[in-house]
């Protein structure tokens, strides 16, 4: 964010690039409204495609450069604005999650527990050469023994320990990716995490407190992030998105990509028998001036098999989470994928939840055309860059924010998680792994 109050949040993707610039309430002379849930007004926003990335990765640099500047070009020119810096997106396979213990040494031994001793960081180790720390969110204290207490200011202990979930990645992939953005001419403000991002913004924060599992079914890979009491007590992603439906139907009838996609997004269903047994899908050949006309059955029957696939993936990635990170909670599902017909009943079939469609829950003004599954992750983005606590910047940069600074301004979206996560200390492990990257 600019000195100015304007924010910047960029999904890389598999598939395509999306750019939104905002302004928050009161700033550059836009009047937002107040009302529930608005907390920044939308300026410009735009899509374009991508080519450079793979399940999420950056394998082609100047493919992702080109398509973040087109991105930008186009954002700029609609509001006015010359873009410094934004909130990049981070997703992929080298992504893991982890939700670990420390003892808090010193905390408590002189009388109650205070804020000033919450905030004293001890740095005890780091993150390792080959990876680097995306977030840490303290999720609650132990104090001699009693588990789950939130906020244990006030309190007396002679032994205090903060459970913590972190997200460590590839430090090569991050390179690469944060390399392509500062190509297109611009600093990243800070890399968020993109199940997170879904979870801010497609959950309601009653969701959020039962605990509830969220699936952003995106171009190349299914983030996963689960809820519970308020708080993140899973991260996952799973290398299979949308993008693989499409080159299955490309591969299977030697269709041009563009013709696939169109025939995956108006005419795909993944249950055949709801499909009309007489229809025929027209698609291009590839490399030929002629079409094919295809069943729309058979056209199911593909998709189909790349749904169940794709759920049994999920169900073993689900399986092989730490005892109580996921627990039994329903499934939201989100993401331009999630939109593929009959998708959430292959899902609740193999997933035994309960799952329904989600879309952003929340009101930004001037986002009536955003409100779809696809731009869960873009507006998640925004809703982190305004309600995070810690400075995104610094944790960027590798420093963490003291007991005596002001955190970012807290509105709409995430100032429940904002107000959690300001009574909790940093683990002494996450602030000498962001020590580290200084």
């Known amino acids: 964010m600019n000195e100015s109050g304007i924010i910047t949040a960029i999904d890389v993707g598999t598939t395509k690039v999306f750019a939104l610039i905002t302004a928050l309430d009161g700033e550059t002379g836009s009047s937002v409204s107040r009302q529930a849930g608005v907390r920044a007004k939308v300026l410009a926003h735009a899509t374009v495609p991508c080519r450079g990335l793979m399940r999420g990765n950056v394998e082609d640099m100047a493919e992702t450069t080109m398509a973040v500047r087109a991105a930008l070009d186009l954002v700029e020119d609609e509001a006015g604005v010359k873009v410094a810096s934004a909130y990049i997106g981070v997703t992929g396979a080298h992504v893991a999650c982890e939700n670990r213990r420390d003892h808090l040494d010193g905390v408590g031994s002189i009388g109650v527990i205070t804020p000033q001793e919450l905030n004293t960081e001890t740095p005890v180790s780091s993150s390792g050469d080959d990876r680097q720390l995306v977030l840490a969110m303290p999720i609650s204290y132990t104090l ?16 205090v320990e903060v459970d913590t979930h972190v997200n460590t990645a590839d430090r090569d992939r991050l390179q690469l990716l944060t390399e392509a953005v500062r190509n297109a001419g611009i600093e990243v403000d800070a ?16 969701e959020r407190n ?7 079914m995106g171009g190349g890979t299914c983030d996963i992030v689960a809820f519970r009491g308020g708080k993140v007590s899973y991260t996952g992603v799973v290398p299979v998105g949308g993008y693989q439906f499409t080159n299955d139907i490309c591969l299977t009838y030697n269709v041009e990509q563009e013709s696939a996609e169109h025939a995956k ?26 079409s094919i006309a295809v069943p729309a ?27 109580g ?20 009943d292959i899902l609740q079939r193999y997933l035994g939840r309960r799952v329904r469609l989600g879309a952003p829950t929340q009101t930004v003004a ?13 507006l998640g983005i925004l809703a982190w ?41 940093l683990s002494p492990w996450m602030a000498a792994a962001m020590s580290s990257q200084q």
């Open 144 to 159: 001699d023994g009693e588990e789950g207490i939130r906020n244990p200011v006030g309190m007396h202990s002679r032994s």
């Open 191 to 206: 890399l968020v995490m993109e199940p997170l991002a879904s979870g801010l913004s497609s959950l309601t924060a009653d």
């Open 210 to 216: 039962r605990g509830t599992l969220l699936i952003d």
């Open 265 to 290: 997004v108006h005419h795909g269903h993944t249950e055949p028998a709801a499909v009309d047994a007489e229809k025929l899908v027209s698609m291009s050949l590839q490399d030929r001036p002629t």
């Open 297 to 323: 059955r058979d056209l199911a029957r593909l998709l189909r098999e790349r749904a169940v696939e794709l759920a049994q993936l999920i169900r073993i990635k689900l399986e092989d989470a730490e005892p």
């Open 325 to 344: 990170q996921v627990g039994s909670a329903k499934v939201v599902i989100t993401g331009g994928a999630s939109e593929l017909p009959g998708i959430a």
């Open 366 to 378: 001037g986002t009536d055309e955003l409100s779809g599954p696809a731009h869960a992750t873009g």
């Open 385 to 425: 860059a305004t309600s995070q606590p810690i400075s995104a910047s610094n944790v960027c940069r590798g420093r963490a924010m003291r007991g005596g600074e002001t955190p970012n301004r807290l509105t709409g979206i995430g100032e429940g998680i904002g107000r959690q996560v300001r009574k909790l200390r």
